[in-house]
């Protein structure tokens, strides 16, 4: 385990620069630290998800274990030349996609952000991982990101995706559907 935050401010920050995981120092704004920054926002809005009422315990779990893994995303991103997650992390997306995705309608049309408290979090979720994975992608224009980092992204919004409309029939609300009208005025 690394070293234990005793103080929370060091005041090195306070001239635009951060600290990245191997000690190096770069602008707050670069974007190494908007890859990662945006993954800690993705994985604090799974938390809000995880807190609202009626998620049935095995997407608990899954959600919780995921939260994990992104800490460790996090970590890849914040550290370069390390590696957190693989492969094997990424094919269980795929298991747990095609588990929830297999008892769904197809879909028909789009849907919006909405079905019941949870399902609209879990969007809210989903979008910020979209940014994350934007923002990774961002990141390896310029320096050495590894395809499981961005992979992973792409899965998980894709299993929030799936999640909304699981979180939104077991509600009780079911998917609100995007109808398309044209008004003229």
């Not at 935050?5 to 951060?18: A, F, H, N, P, Q």
């Not at 993705?42 to 095995?58: C, E, F, R, T």
Request: aromatic share 4%; hydrophobic share 40%.
């Amino acid at each position: 385990m690394g070293n234990r935050l005793s103080k929370i401010y060091t005041r090195t920050g306070d001239d635009g620069s951060t600290g990245l995981g191997d000690g190096s120092r770069v602008a707050k704004d670069s974007p190494r630290v908007e890859a990662y920054g945006t993954v800690d926002e993705a994985n604090s809005a799974i938390g809000v998800v995880l807190a609202a009422n009626k998620v049935p315990d095995d997407i608990r779990d899954l959600l919780t274990t995921v939260q994990h893994q992104m800490f460790d995303l996090g970590g890849e991103l914040c550290i370069p030349g390390h590696a957190a997650i693989f492969d094997a992390d990424v094919d269980a997306l795929e298991r747990q996609l095609d588990h929830y995705n297999e008892d769904l309608p197809a879909l028909k049309d789009f849907i919006l952000p909405g079905g019941g408290e949870a399902a609209a979090r879990c969007h809210l979720a989903r979008t910020i991982v979209r940014r994350a994975e934007r923002a990774t992608v961002a990141l390896s224009r310029h320096e050495s990101v590894r395809a499981e980092a961005i992979r992973y992204l792409n899965r998980l919004s894709d299993l929030l995706f799936v999640l909304s409309r699981v979180l939104a029939r077991a509600d009780g609300q079911g998917e609100v559907l995007w109808r398309h009208e044209r008004r003229r005025g």
